[in-house]
């Protein structure tokens, strides 16, 4: 028989990071970082710098591809993405088998899978042009089916793209007009938006990042790799973060507007409750995107008008922590989901949706993190273990 004990000493060194705290998983050129700073680059760009002067097409042209594009490769991008806009009509079916109430990130993961169905050659891409048609398909047919998710929770009519319009615009025309009338957004809205996709348009090898890139490296397709990216960011210590805020901060305001109460709460080792939209694995300063978004939801929130009790208490909230010797101890500040809730509510779109709000922008990312895995030819990931579990045990058959 194998003695368990002994194979174990024939695995060599294994080291053991749970949540890969101090482990890179690969050497990237797409977004650099500094936790301790508060910096953070995009191919070189600052994100400042990229949030105030470009647009999220650019921005998703540059991440993929390396370079900021030319006014004639950025319209050459546009009009190859609008040429696969058009959903296969068999995919609503699929959408009418969940029920109204599903999530929509799960219909969100399941209908970007569904698309390997219908678009197979965007499932193994062996050369450039087929590795851009993907991403043209991609970026096309995500944002489609993303605003789809929220259509048929509402029980509205599915929406086709206008290829009239910019992708931004389109999004905001997918998700509300309706057959009753015509719909215009707001460039405000539309500014806004664009600037929130930048800010999350890639955050170097987070948690659905990472899955993206393992998913990919066994040669999956990037339907599939990118619906596994949906389901990662999905969770509340992720993406869903930002959905979590919004339900603290409307449970906060029912509960009467006792910030401290729920300070304390999150400061109770005995209780399970964390301040959501507070701390982050890398910025152990600040998140430089959180100033950028704080700025941009008071300017919204100005210039539609909006007078929101929920603001308010995100300020209070956000003030006490930052005087908190617990908070302030272990490094813990708002993070770009502590504002972002806040924006989106003020442009009319459900908490639900909040994350997938999130997907749309880190679309580009995943994109970029997918292709430049594929590009270097990154072995497959497959992590080790040390097994802490019982020893050969002898099977013993039930008379
Ligand atoms: N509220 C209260 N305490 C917190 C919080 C919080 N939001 N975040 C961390 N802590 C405490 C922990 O309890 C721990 O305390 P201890 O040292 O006394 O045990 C300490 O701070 C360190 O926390 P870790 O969980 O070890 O930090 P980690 O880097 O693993 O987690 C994370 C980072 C998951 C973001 C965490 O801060 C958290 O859960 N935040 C709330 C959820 C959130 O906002 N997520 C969005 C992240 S940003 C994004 O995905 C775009």
Redesign the pocket.
Known sequence: AIDINKLRDLTGVITIDP?Y?NSGSCKSEITFLDGELGILRYRGYSIEDLAEKASFLEVSYLLIFGELPTTQQLEQFENDIKKHTLVNEEMKNIIDGFPKTAHPMGVLSALTSALTAFNPKAVNVDNEKEMYEAICKTMAKFLVIATWTYRKSMGYPLNYYDNTKGYVENFMQLMFQLPTGPYKASPVVIDALDKLFIL?AD?EQ??STSTVRMVGSSHAGLFASISAGVSALWG????G??Q??LEMLEEINKDGGDTDKFLAK??D?NDP??????????YKNF?PRAKIIKKAAKEVLETLGVNDPILEIAKKLEAAALEDD??KS?N?YP????YSGIIYRALGIPTDMFTVM?AIGRLPGWIAQWKEMRENKEPIGRPRQIYTGHPLREFKPNK
């Open positions: 949540g705290k999350h955050h987070n948690c509340p210590l992720h993406g973060a930002n979590a805020v999150a400061k080792k409750f964390r301040l959501m939209g507070f701390g982050h694995r890398v998140d617990y908070f272990r813990l993070n770009v989901d502590f999130f």
